[in-house]
Nanobody, 125 residues
Framework: VQLQESGGGSVQPGGSLRLACVAS????????MAWFRQAPGREREGLAS???????TYANSVKGRFTVSRDTAKNTLYLQMNNVHTGDAALYYC????????????????????WGQGTQVTVSS
């Protein structure tokens, strides 16, 4: 299993950014995938998941601002980030696992076995 994130960078508050995660080595459409982030000194935080069904789950902190989507033809998971806040600055990871959940567990880090290396998002004016 390989996961490669891209799309990070610097964005101004209120701006938008789209992250991508290219996946390989597993049946993309049958696994659950999710986005997480981790800021310095903070625990890894689940943001959004896209699981078979399809079903999506969002953390309250990003609901209404971030959108998770999937392109099965490209084996790619996306995270569209809109109205970015300074508190959104972090290292963003995608993760995948063969198990999937339709509740809060879909965005809990402990339920994912495969992780990418991360892409950095900075927010500054």
């Amino acid at each position: 299993v390989q996961l490669q994130e891209s799309g990070g960078g610097s964005v101004q508050p209120g701006g938008s950014l789209r992250l991508a995660c290219v996946a390989s080595g597993f049946p993309f459409s049958r696994w659950c995938m999710a986005w997480f982030r981790q800021a310095p000194g903070r625990e890894r935080e689940g943001l959004a998941s896209f699981c078979p069904g399809p079903t999506t789950t969002y953390a309250n902190s990003v609901k209404g601002r971030f959108t998770v989507s999937r392109d099965t033809a490209k084996n790619t998971l996306y995270l569209q980030m809109n109205n970015v806040h300074t508190g959104d600055a972090a290292l963003y990871y995608c993760a995948a696992d063969a198990r999937y959940y339709v509740d809060y567990r879909a965005i809990v880090p402990e339920y994912y076995n495969y992780w990418g290396q991360g892409t950095q998002v900075t927010v500054s004016s």
